[in-house]
């Protein structure tokens, strides 16, 4: 257990992906750590996605980072250091992009090769975004497209075209900063990355903590292209199976079949946020994260309840 002091305002343990503790007036820092097994074949566009992927932990609770360790695992025995050198060589493409440094890291021989990082971040204490602060009300808003885990699974059966291909490494490439400063700007509080539960286990977590339910519109979900297909032809991982196994129970389905669920509960890497805003901003946040390139969408809202996912 984490011990408690006055100064940590927000522990993982709570379900968020990072703690967070108050250092002074008007500021806290924010601090997170992850590591991905390949999902590309390319090594630099792995760093990049593996360095995105775990930085996005501090723009899900408002922060901005400020530096970061590479975090290695790696297979001297089969695999040439110049192959790392371009994993490192793509996460400090993101560093440079998002404005953080990178101060060294830690290695450690493994069968398996991982990378990611452990990043601190900074964030005004009382402009925080937590996945326990969704209100009634508020429009749902979703900032990228899902379906990463299917496509990267059908991708490594050589079964995925190469426009959903690129269409997902885009997406895992992007960072969610510009995401996380629409949401702290149209006056969020709730919001959560969507990572490796899905849509529907990030955003059940959410409601369950804020003690709201939440009504997705399924057709207002934006899918990665080539995703529902897939998905169709059975590319679904794992995880995605077990993700859904355990949010089922807390799923009113509604209309939606098992491949809708399974493309809501889809595992994602480096996927986007889902926040929470006053209908009347909903509009103006998703215009100004599209002209940025962002796949945003509103896909429900928020209501009195206890936790629960209802589809329409």
């Known amino acids: 257990m984490t011990a408690r002091h006055p100064d940590l305002i927000v522990s993982a343990e709570t379900g968020d992906d990072a703690a967070v503790w108050r250092v002074g007036d008007g500021r806290a820092l924010v601090a997170t750590a992850d590591f991905i097994t390949p999902v590309v074949d390319d090594a630099r566009t792995w760093g990049k996605v593996a360095a995105v992927n775990s930085v996005s932990d501090v723009y899900a609770m408002g922060g901005r980072p400020l530096f970061a360790l590479n975090l290695v695992c790696w297979n001297s025995a089969e695999l040439p250091a110049a192959l790392l050198a371009e994993v490192l060589d793509g996460a400090a493409e993101v560093a440079a992009e998002c404005g953080y440094v990178t101060v060294g890291g830690h290695t450690v021989d493994d069968p398996e090769p991982k990378f990611g ?185 928020a209501a009195p309840g206890h936790g629960r996912i209802l589809l329409r």
């Open 117 to 301: 990082l452990s990043v601190v971040g900074e964030a005004h204490p009382d402009r925080l975004l937590r996945n326990d602060r969704l209100r009634p009300g508020e429009a749902l808003i979703l900032t990228k497209a899902l379906g990463t885990g299917i496509i990267s699974t059908a991708a490594k059966a050589g079964e995925a075209g190469e426009d959903a291909v690129c269409a997902m490494v885009a997406s895992m490439c992007r960072t969610n900063a510009a995401a996380a400063a629409a949401a702290l700007d149209a006056g969020a509080t709730g919001a959560t990355d969507v990572t490796g539960f899905g849509l529907l286990g990030h955003l059940g977590q959410m409601a369950l903590a804020s003690g709201v339910d939440a009504w997705l519109d399924l057709a207002a979900v934006p899918l990665l292209p080539g995703a529902r297909d897939l998905a169709a032809d059975g590319h679904v991982p794992g995880g995605t199976r077990r993700n859904l196994a355990w949010i089922r129970d807390r799923v009113d389905p509604g209309a939606a079949g098992d491949l809708d669920l399974a493309l809501l509960a889809d595992a994602q890497t480096s996927g986007g946020l889902v926040f929470g805003v006053a209908p009347d901003r909903a509009q103006d946040v998703t215009g100004r994260l599209r002209a940025d390139g962002h796949d945003a969408a509103v896909i429900g809202q």
